[in-house]
């Protein structure tokens, strides 16, 4: 099935540094999600956005919806170990009809050492 | 509110044998959905349930199957199980339906074994 491209595959960063990853497709979705996934869980929604340009924060996450409807970008600032975790994009193709489902990126893997 | 639960959270099988899991999805939504998650393929899409009509289908064979009850609760069953099936199993719960509104609430998965 389509896949989005997410990156990095992995980072490894210091206690209170700043965070950046993002996904991108050659398809344009109407609805970007950031998922994080701890070991054994399932994944929990951090940030959910909706429209193109917009910029949406939970906390010290940070997230924005590309204006070409293709792209979306994860921020998280002055990390903590706590954030350590497999961090997920993933877009919705279309609104209204059937097609509600989600398409997902491979995840980026994130250690924080503290 | 509670959130998704599934169950059982830890599954066996042999090859050959069939399988079903189930979810519950949050108090109030009506649509539920199934994802494989392996370490090779991520995260793909089963089927999504609605109103117990299956509006969705991803690109699994015929071995994969699911319902959906009048209470919202689901199943999916996984027929003459081979190897490769072994994985998570997450199901998630949304809303629905409104157009362009697709936040989904995970449950912890089903950890599928088969040996």
């Known amino acids: 099935g389509q896949q989005l491209n997410q990156s990095p595959q992995s980072m490894f960063i210091q206690e209170g540094e700043d965070v950046s990853m993002n996904c991108t497709s050659s398809s344009i979705f109407n609805t970007w999600l950031w998922y994080k996934q701890d070991p054994g869980e399932g994944p929990v929604l951090l940030i959910a956005?909706?429209?193109?340009?917009e910029l949406t924060s939970n906390g010290r996450l940070t997230a924005q919806f590309g204006i070409t409807r293709k792209d979306s970008f994860l921020n998280i600032s002055a990390s903590i170990p706590s954030d350590v975790g497999i961090y997920f994009c993933a877009g919705q193709l279309s609104g209204g009809g059937s097609n509600y489902k989600l398409t997902f990126g491979k995840g980026t893997l994130l250690t924080v050492n503290p | 509110k509670a959130g998704v639960t599934q169950t059982p959270r830890y599954l066996i099988k042999t090859r050959g044998q069939q399988v079903t899991l189930s979810c519950s999805p949050i108090s109030g939504h009506r649509s539920v959905s199934w994802y494989q998650q392996t370490p090779g393929q991520g995260l793909q899409f089963l089927f999504e349930y609605f109103s117990e009509t299956q509006r969705n289908k991803g690109n699994f064979p015929g071995r994969f199957s699911g319902r959906q009850f009048s209470n919202s609760r689901s199943e999916m069953n996984v027929s003459t199980l081979e190897l490769g099936d072994s994985a998570l199993y997450l199901c998630?719960?949304?809303?629905?339906?409104?157009?362009?509104?697709?936040?989904?609430?995970f449950g912890p998965g089903t950890r599928l074994t088969v040996l």
């Open positions: 956005l909706y429209k193109a340009g």
């Open positions: 998630a719960s949304s809303p629905r339906p409104r157009d362009s509104y697709n936040e989904q609430f």
